[in-house]
């Protein structure tokens, strides 16, 4: 009993692992309990990532790159945002330069990486900031990120490649859970299945994986120096697998938590389906169960739950066309800013043991790869909560051709993740520092 103790203790027996709760020994104390700051175990640091296609609403969403610093008009787009106004920042002037395809680039939205950047490949991408964070933040939890996708894969999504924000350290896209429901049950539901099976279930993965090393190392010895390279990517595809079978063998008997949460319904879709997501975020980081999320977000499903008649991938080239268009736009922007703005009321409403908020330790990225049409400067981005240490309510306008992972880099290391550089970074953004 003289070790550091911490949350990720258990009581252990013969049999199961059993979770402890929340003792005042490992630093917790309830809000009313008033103790003194210094007393108080550090609350850990969550990152969210938002991510949706076909852009914005050019006239309406942006306000003026003129009215710099705290004291500018919010545009009608972002009204919905406005009892926020303090607690977010607009960054105006970041690019994903790598990308040239119109409605390619969210899959390099959070990685920086060059499509064509690696000799003789047709495609190539790299880990995306949210994973470099989970590599980070996400070692104590039962789920080092959690991947939150829409819908099902023949939607137009305005997505790219790989239909995925998330991409791992090879450069291979992460899918999750397409549906409120499905990501509810990944979270939350129990496996029922005996503890001896669950165990002999993971000594039968491992025996497969062990297999497969050895004959893959038997090969390699008969492979030219290309062919090797695959298979090293290989090696990294099953290290990956061991790291992941480890991680969740230590999870084994813990049981899933139960959520402040009512099971969702199947049928939601679009605006129901996008705010029941966010609750389900907020569940999550209630309970720990992760520290890292992302969310692919619906824009097709969004607009029929709008009542707009108009495809997304048309109306995203309103410049031009009808009246219809342009009302269309503006109406998708109004409604994911009110969803926006709930999100945010819930993680400023949610307490957390010490009696500060999850918003107080939480950053939210909110954007697209698109400005609107195929225009691909000028990415749409705003930054929210306390977590990464950042300047808040404030329109800013960075240099010309800043590259949009240089945001990320700030917020990475703003987070405490320790690392030296992101995709196409080339050093962090000063003007977003608080």
Same mark, same amino acid.
Request: net charge neutral; glycine share 10%; charged share 20%.
């Given at each position: 009993?003289?070790? #550091?103790?911490?949350?990720?203790?258990?009581?252990?027996?013969?049999?199961?692992?059993?979770?402890?709760?929340?003792? @005042?020994?490992?630093?917790?104390?309830?809000?009313?309990?008033?103790?003194?700051?210094?007393?108080?175990?550090?609350?850990?640091?969550?990152?969210?990532?938002?991510?949706?296609?076909?852009?914005?609403?050019?006239?309406?969403?942006?306000?003026?790159?003129?009215?710099?610093?705290?004291?500018?008009?919010?545009?009608?787009?972002?009204? #919905?945002?406005?009892?926020?106004?303090?607690?977010?920042?607009?960054?105006?002037?970041?690019?994903?330069?790598?990308?040239?395809?119109?409605?390619?680039?969210?899959?390099?939205?959070?990685?920086?990486?060059?499509?064509?950047?690696?000799?003789?490949?047709?495609?190539?991408?790299?880990?995306?900031?949210?994973?470099?964070?989970?590599?980070?933040?996400?070692?104590?939890?039962?789920?080092?990120?959690?991947?939150?996708?829409?819908?099902?894969?023949?939607?137009?999504?305005?997505?790219?490649?790989?239909?995925?924000?998330?991409?791992?350290? =090879?450069?291979?896209?992460?899918?999750?859970?397409?549906?409120?429901?499905?990501?509810?049950?990944?979270?939350?539901?129990?496996?029922?299945?005996?503890?001896?099976?669950?165990?002999?279930?993971?000594?039968?993965?491992?025996?497969?994986?062990?297999?497969?090393?050895?004959?893959?190392?038997?090969?390699?010895?008969?492979?030219?120096?290309?062919?090797?390279?695959?298979?090293?990517?290989?090696?990294?595809?099953?290290?990956?697998?061991?790291?992941?079978?480890? =991680?969740?063998?230590?999870?084994?008997?813990?049981?899933?938590?139960? #959520?402040?949460?009512?099971?969702?319904?199947?049928?939601?879709?679009?605006? @129901?389906?996008?705010?029941?997501?966010?609750?389900?975020?907020?569940?999550?980081?209630?309970?720990?169960?992760?520290?890292?999320?992302?969310?692919?977000?619906?824009?097709?499903?969004?607009?029929?739950?709008?009542?707009?008649?108009?495809?997304?991938?048309?109306?995203?080239?309103?410049?031009?066309?009808?009246?219809?268009?342009?009302?269309?736009?503006?109406?998708?922007?109004?409604?994911?800013?009110?969803?926006?703005?709930?999100?945010?009321?819930?993680?400023?409403?949610?307490?957390?043991?010490?009696?500060?908020?999850?918003?107080?330790?939480?950053?939210?990225?909110?954007?697209?790869?698109?400005?609107?049409?195929?225009?691909?400067?000028?990415? #749409?981005?705003?930054?929210?909560?306390?977590?990464?240490?950042?300047?808040?309510?404030?329109?800013?306008?960075?240099?010309?051709?800043?590259?949009?992972?240089?945001?990320?880099?700030?917020?990475?290391?703003?987070?405490?993740?320790?690392? @030296?550089?992101?995709?196409?970074?080339?050093?962090?953004?000063?003007?977003?520092?608080?």
């Amino acid at each position: 009993m003289n070790a #550091p103790l911490n949350r990720r203790h258990f009581l252990r027996t013969s049999t199961a692992l059993i979770a402890l709760p929340m003792l @005042e020994s490992f630093g917790f104390r309830r809000f009313a309990s008033a103790a003194p700051a210094s007393t108080l175990a550090a609350r850990p640091k969550r990152m969210i990532f938002l991510g949706f296609g076909w852009g914005v609403t050019q006239q309406s969403w942006y306000p003026s790159m003129l009215e710099k610093g705290p004291d500018y008009i919010l545009p009608s787009g972002l009204a #919905p945002l406005g009892r926020h106004k303090s607690d977010f920042t607009i960054v105006q002037g970041l690019v994903n330069k790598h990308v040239s395809g119109g409605h390619s680039g969210s899959t390099f939205w959070l990685t920086g990486a060059n499509e064509f950047g690696e000799p003789g490949q047709s495609f190539h991408n790299s880990i995306s900031a949210d994973q470099v964070a989970a590599g980070a933040l996400g070692k104590e939890t039962r789920f080092d990120s959690f991947i939150m996708d829409c819908g099902a894969a023949t939607q137009p999504s305005g997505h790219g490649q790989g239909l995925s924000l998330s991409w791992d350290s =090879r450069g291979k896209p992460m899918s999750g859970p397409r549906t409120p429901v499905e990501a509810f049950h990944r979270l939350f539901s129990r496996d029922t299945t005996p503890l001896d099976q669950q165990q002999a279930m993971f000594r039968q993965r491992r025996s497969v994986l062990d297999n497969a090393l050895e004959s893959a190392r038997e090969l390699q010895r008969q492979l030219g120096k290309t062919d090797n390279a695959k298979l090293d990517e290989y090696f990294q595809g099953i290290r990956d697998l061991e790291t992941r079978l480890s =991680r969740d063998e230590q999870w084994l008997g813990v049981p899933q938590p139960t #959520p402040d949460l009512a099971e969702p319904k199947s049928s939601l879709a679009g605006y @129901e389906e996008i705010e029941l997501m966010y609750d389900i975020m907020i569940a999550a980081l209630r309970t720990d169960s992760t520290r890292v999320l992302s969310y692919r977000q619906p824009v097709t499903t969004l607009l029929a739950s709008l009542d707009v008649r108009i495809d997304a991938h048309t109306m995203s080239h309103y410049p031009g066309k009808g009246p219809e268009y342009l009302e269309a736009s503006e109406k998708r922007d109004r409604a994911q800013s009110e969803l926006l703005a709930g999100l945010l009321d819930k993680l400023k409403a949610t307490r957390e043991p010490d009696g500060s908020t999850l918003f107080d330790h939480t950053t939210v990225v909110y954007g697209s790869n698109i400005r609107t049409g195929h225009n691909l400067d000028n990415c #749409p981005t705003i930054l929210a909560g306390r977590g990464a240490g950042i300047r808040l309510g404030h329109n800013l306008v960075v240099p010309k051709d800043t590259p949009l992972c240089n945001a990320w880099l700030t917020l990475l290391r703003g987070s405490g993740v320790p690392v @030296e550089r992101h995709g196409d970074s080339s050093g962090v953004i000063p003007q977003l520092l608080a």
